[in-house]
């Protein structure tokens, strides 16, 4: 029974510190595998950042790119043929198609709804471009989206007499939305589009929105179908 005795109490006081030390190394062990498998993870394809990182990656809304205004044809778009009725130039009164009569030639078309100082020297410095490029044939027209034609060639007139221009003819459109096809938005006071068979450029303001900036983009865009002059 002593000699029984003496081996439990040994067991008890050089057995049991072994053990513990055992479960408290795999306990260790389990800790730092956890540790590599959550790392592991957090490099995958799909895994979740770190709340940290999630938050470091979130954009600035300041920073944010202004959101171009989009209306009229994509480019790549093939015109349709639409009709509208002659106000100035030598074609004055005549109902006709000038996306038919232009066929294959350069061609600026602008859509107005707005006919404000800034929409008048766009037309103005396209009159100029296309004097400048009569022997690679550019064309252009302004089309008048409205719904009372009577007192939109009242204006144009105005407009023709005021600007002096030439090579432009001012047209009007019956019917605010515009030709089918040219997907000129209700929000757009000035839509150009510019196109040599397909539609090459497309701008679009809103009322207010077209400035000189803007004017000298559409400018830069008929570079597309006929060189600088």
């Given at each position: ?7 439990k ?5 050089f057995?049991?510190?072994v ?10 062990s389990?800790e730092?595998?956890a540790?590599?498998?959550?790392g ?9 950042a ?9 954009p600035?809304l ?10 009229g044809?994509e ?8 009709d ?14 000038y ?8 061609v600026v ?19 100029q ?17 409205t719904?009372?034609?009577a ?49 090459k450029?497309?701008r679009?303001?809103q009322?207010g ?21």
């Amino acid at each position: 029974m002593y000699r029984i005795s003496w081996h439990k109490i040994w067991s008890v006081v050089f057995v049991c510190p072994v053990w513990a030390a055992m479960m408290l190394a795999g306990c260790g062990s389990t800790e730092q595998a956890a540790t590599a498998v959550t790392g592991e993870a957090a490099t995958q394809p799909g895994a979740a950042a770190p709340d940290g990182a999630a938050e470091g990656s979130r954009p600035d809304l300041n920073e944010t790119d202004e959101v171009t205004f989009q209306s009229g044809m994509e480019v790549g778009a093939i015109p349709l043929p639409f009709d509208v009725e002659d106000v100035t130039g030598p074609n004055q009164g005549k109902h006709l198609c000038y996306r038919c009569l232009y066929g294959g030639r350069p061609v600026v078309g602008i859509f107005v709804r707005d006919l404000d100082e800034q929409a008048k020297t766009l037309i103005q410095k396209i009159d100029q471009e296309v004097a400048a490029h009569q022997a690679e044939q550019l064309a252009a027209f302004v089309v008048v989206l409205t719904d009372d034609p009577a007192a939109a060639k009242s204006d144009l007139k105005k407009v023709a007499e005021e600007t002096k221009i030439k090579h432009v003819p001012l047209t009007v459109f019956e019917g605010t939305a515009g030709p089918a096809g040219y997907n000129v938005t209700q929000e757009a006071a000035v839509n150009v589009m510019i196109w040599e068979g397909e539609v090459k450029a497309n701008r679009a303001y809103q009322k207010g929105q077209l400035n000189a900036a803007g004017i000298q983009e559409v400018i830069a865009d008929t570079r597309l179908i006929v060189p600088s002059s």
